[in-house]
């Protein structure tokens, strides 16, 4: 009996006895006892998963707190750059004003002894050196030369130059004889794909938002030669040619060009005042002169 357990119950009915092994008895305790355990356990590892998930809570809003921080610092700074470019646009937009929109009126108009001393093979020469006539084959101004609200941006901008509706794939041309000094083949920046062109006797001229440039770098190029095709490239608000005429670092209307002609020769010389006429025609004179010799 020393290996069994006896275990007697008692009820109405009288006392009744069974005799269980002491290993079961252990079997039980041991069931009872990892039972326990496996709970103590599994408590213990649900505390510490709960911990180190508040740590990475903690850890995570930390680092977004210090990322807000520095993004607000860096929107701060962006902001005030945003600010000091639109002050030094506004300087520029001054600066323009001064030397291609303005009238100086120290400048005399040409006389006219100069003028007697163009005959008509000097006229013809100087209108296919410098710029004049038409860019386009149609004439149409959507925005002119000067300050005005910036289509895109909203804001007061000085516009270098004049803008000219016309679908895409208009053909580009040439308005005076000239080089190629600078293609942007690719729509980038504000102008887009843009040519620009070296003239004679200071001259520039400038043909901005184009879809394809069928010239380089370095070509000579003829007056009314096919430059490229016209589009919407870069900062646009629809299909349009914008071109520009410059002279000395000074931006021109360049409406006063596109009316120059052969038939009305002398009316630049009043409506452009910013070239200096004067000694231009002496060149032109001395310089066509020596052509011919």
């Known amino acids: 009996m020393k290996n ?14 069974y005799n269980v092994h002491k290993f079961v008895k ?4 041991i069931l009872i006892v990892s039972a326990l355990l496996l709970l103590l356990g599994s408590f213990s590892f649900i505390t510490y998963l709960n911990n180190e998930i508040e740590i990475v809570k903690e850890e995570k809003e930390t680092q977004l707190q210090i990322l807000s921080e520095k993004e607000a610092k860096l929107l701060i700074k962006v902001k005030a750059k945003a600010e000091d470019i639109e002050e030094l646009t506004t300087k520029l937009d001054d600066i ?36 004049n006539g038409k860019p386009i084959e149609k004439i149409s101004v959507s925005s002119n ?35 190629v ?25 400038v043909f901005a938002h184009l879809r394809k440039t069928n010239v380089k770098v370095g070509d000579v190029i003829k007056k009314g030669q096919l430059l490229g095709l016209s589009g919407n490239s870069g900062r646009s608000s629809g299909p349009h040619l ?27 010389f009043k409506s452009e ?21």
Do not use: C
């Open 26 to 29: 252990r079997l039980i305790f």
């Open 96 to 131: 323009h004003a001064m030397i291609g929109v303005s009238k100086d009126a120290s400048v005399e108009e040409i006389n006219k002894k100069t003028l007697e001393t163009m005959n008509i093979n000097n006229k013809k020469y100087s209108l296919n050196v410098i710029p």
């Open 242 to 268: 914008h071109y520009e005429v410059r002279y000395a670092n000074k931006v021109l209307n360049p409406k006063n060009f596109i009316k120059w002609d052969l038939d009305n020769y002398d009316k630049i």
């Open 145 to 179: 030369f000067g300050y005005r609200i910036n289509p895109i941006t909203k804001k007061r901008q000085f516009h270098k130059g004049l803008d000219l509706p016309t679908p895409r794939r208009t053909p580009v041309y040439a308005t005076a004889n000239g080089v």
């Open 181 to 205: 000094e600078y293609v942007q083949s690719q729509d980038k920046g504000a102008y887009g794909r843009v040519i620009r062109l070296d003239h004679s006797y200071g001259f520039q001229t």
């Open 273 to 293: 005042r910013r070239v200096e006429w004067e000694s231009l025609i002496s060149q032109i004179n001395e310089h066509h002169h020596q052509e011919l010799q």
């Open 4 to 17: 069994r357990l006896i275990i007697s119950i008692t009820d109405v009915k009288g006392t009744r006895s």
